[in-house]
């Protein structure tokens, strides 16, 4: 179908074109919804039959919705768009070809990502390109739907197929004399919405040929995208069977697409350990940088050093390929493990990696020898807890006394000091004294000359991980305290124990059979957890509280946990808007179908949104 029959057949006018009195009708029913005093009666309402598309009201809705205002709507602009990126390489042959066709008329063609970012325009005239320079429709600005409010492919990237938007059926003023027609290209392999093609003209030359010719360029960019894809699935898979032959080890290969294992990998890794993996890798993948290298602990008691390296077409980033180096004797099993699990006191949760292994070994001899001892850690670590687990964990001792000394410049610290000794004198019990490092100087000088007098008693401190020098009378104090000192990892750097925190804090918040699926867990294994595991326990918490369900899908959890795990930084109006999706899915009881149309979205348009946010999709009630 060449350009120039389109431009013919525009040229004799369109539908729209030729019926004014539809033109007016579709302006006074826009006008009518945005209207303050008459726009939700007309919600309730419905439209006029036969009057405006349902696609287009919905749009309109939507468009409202997100703020749009029709006459100055707020076009962002994205300097960080990849002009590099692997659909506009692929999709640029076909631009330039189209472009020819496209000379001495007033079409344009444009290509965005799938979030409506315009990555390349192709304009056949320089009055049109006046006319998109004017309207902000050039490359590195959006037109996505809820910035810009109805329009040819921020419509179809939301519903997920072709649809051309006509005149005034736009939303925002400025759109009104242009017709655009656009058809979404998706990924070959995975299905996924990866951007749109998009023709615009004058209203006036609208034509009825306009959607099948964007149709036609959209599936010869589909077609070399998926011929390049073959060449770099076939390059990926050539370096994970050189990874495997290399090594019987076990190897892993991910891509946005693909999770490959070899059979050492299938055997050692569960599922809870592949989401886990699966994040981690990614980050580092995503970075693009050279081999990085950590410990693993695996559900069968494994310990592994992990060497993730980018697999690279050129700049292309095509997965990660990820090589675990048993740290132990072929033959023997972790004993540090062994002696993690055999320190079972109430309220301690150690979880699987190394680090808390060595922790629960180095807190059995603590309590086996009364060993006095300073537990460091970031705020909300489990410092505490893992003292009174200590404390708790020989039996017949009596509870231990635990002292706040965050509170001792509130009750003073003559009174404070005074329970300490009262404490110390308590024969045959453990003393806890918590946050030491909230202590004036002078306050801690007298505490320690307390410990000193009372060597036979039981102390047990905590205190926070401090980079800078303490204090000197603080610093003799903690060298009292610091015969034994332990280091609580902070839960940053063991995402392998996240499941076995998760299913502790359910035991003691949630319902029976209450679990997080693969989904939720691969939504929190991409937190900072910055609170530690205080913060963790409190999302737990909420998320019990707040739904029913059995199997918990990342979108129960706290909309704040959403954002947070976002690949990308979310502005005002995104944050706003998976606010109101996650809502709605709550309110629809899980029921996507139903959220969906509260929401006026198409479902696949609900589901892309909620995996661009890092909402799992798959384990959906319908």
């Not at 405006?52 to 309109?60: A, F, G, H, P, T």
């Not at 081999?291 to 997965?319: F, K, N, Y």
């Not at 292994?357 to 309590?367: D, F, M």
């Not at 199997?551 to 946990?561: F, K, M, Q, W």
Request: aromatic content about 4%; glycine content about 8%.
């Amino acid at each position: 179908m060449s350009t120039e029959s389109i431009v013919m057949s525009g040229q004799r006018a369109a539908a729209f074109a030729g019926d004014r009195d539809v033109v007016r009708r579709y302006q006074f029913e826009r006008d009518a919804m945005i209207d303050r005093g008459k726009r939700d009666a007309m919600i309730d309402r419905g439209m006029s039959p036969g009057s405006v598309r349902e696609d287009i009201q919905m749009s309109w809705r939507r468009s409202l919705m997100s703020g749009v205002e029709p006459g100055t709507p707020q076009t962002p602009r994205n300097t960080s768009v990849d002009s590099t990126s692997r659909l506009l390489a692929v999709a640029r042959p076909t631009l330039e070809r189209i472009r020819e066709g496209l000379i001495d008329t007033d079409f344009s063609l444009l290509l965005l990502d799938r979030n409506g970012w315009v990555l390349d325009r192709q304009a056949g005239s320089k009055k049109m390109a006046s006319r998109l320079d004017e309207n902000l429709t050039v490359p590195g600005y959006s037109l996505a739907e809820q910035f810009t409010g109805t329009n040819g492919p921020g419509t179809a990237l939301e519903l997920g197929r072709p649809i051309q938007i006509s005149g005034p059926e736009h939303f925002a003023d400025r759109y009104q004399d242009l017709t655009c027609a656009a058809v979404p290209i998706f990924h070959p392999i995975t299905g996924r919405l990866e951007g749109a093609v998009n023709l615009t003209c004058p209203f006036s030359q609208t034509s009825a040929l306009m959607l099948p010719f964007v149709a036609n360029a959209a599936a010869e960019i589909q077609r070399s995208l998926a011929s390049q894809l073959a060449d770099r699935e076939r390059l990926f898979l050539h370096e994970f069977m050189a990874a495997c032959q290399r090594t019987a080890d076990p190897v892993v290969a991910l891509s946005e697409s693909v999770l490959m294992a070899n059979p050492a990998a299938a055997r050692l890794f569960d599922s809870v350990d592949q989401t886990m993996l699966w994040e981690r890798a990614a980050s580092i993948a995503g970075s693009k940088e050279a081999t990085e290298i950590w410990e693993w602990q695996t559900s069968v008691g494994e310990a592994l050093q992990m060497h993730c390296r980018p697999v690279l077409d050129g700049t292309h980033l095509l997965g990660a390929i990820i090589h675990g180096k048993p740290l132990n004797p072929v033959g023997k099993r972790d004993r540090s493990l062994e002696a993690a699990t055999s320190f079972v006191s109430p309220g301690v949760v150690l979880g699987r990696s190394r680090a808390m292994a060595e922790v629960g070994r180095l807190a059995a001899s603590i309590a086996d020898h009364r060993t006095s001892c300073l537990v460091l850690g970031e705020a909300g670590s489990g410092k505490l807890t893992m003292a009174r687990g200590i404390a708790k964990l020989i039996c017949g001792r009596p509870e231990p006394v635990v002292l706040d000394a965050a509170v001792a410049h509130l009750v003073g610290p003559v009174k404070w000091l005074r329970s300490v000794v009262a404490a110390l004198e308590n024969p045959g019990g453990a003393t806890i004294l918590a946050h030491v490092d909230a202590l004036d100087e002078r306050t801690a000088r007298t505490l320690a000359a307390c410990i000193d007098a009372h060597d036979n008693s039981w102390v047990l401190a905590t205190s926070a991980s401090a980079d800078a020098e303490p204090a000197s009378g603080l610093e003799a104090l903690l060298g009292r305290l610091r015969v034994v000192q332990l280091d609580i990892p902070a839960l940053r750097s063991r995402p392998e124990d996240l499941s076995a925190l998760v299913s502790a804090f359910l035991d003691l918040y949630g319902r029976p059979g209450q679990k997080f699926g693969a989904g939720a867990l691969q939504t929190i294994g991409r937190l900072e957890w910055l609170g530690n595991v205080r913060e963790l326990e409190n999302v737990v918490k909420w998320t019990t509280q707040s739904t029913s369900a059995t199997n918990i899908d990342s979108s129960d959890l706290p909309a704040a946990v959403l954002r947070k795990s976002s690949s990308r930084h979310l502005t005002p109006v995104e944050q706003a808007e998976l606010d109101t999706i996650v809502q709605a899915v709550k309110d629809a009881r899980g029921n996507k179908v139903e959220a969906a149309r509260q929401l006026g979205l198409a479902r696949s348009t609900l589901y892309r949104k909620l995996r661009s946010y890092g909402i799992d999709v798959k384990h959906t009630i319908l």
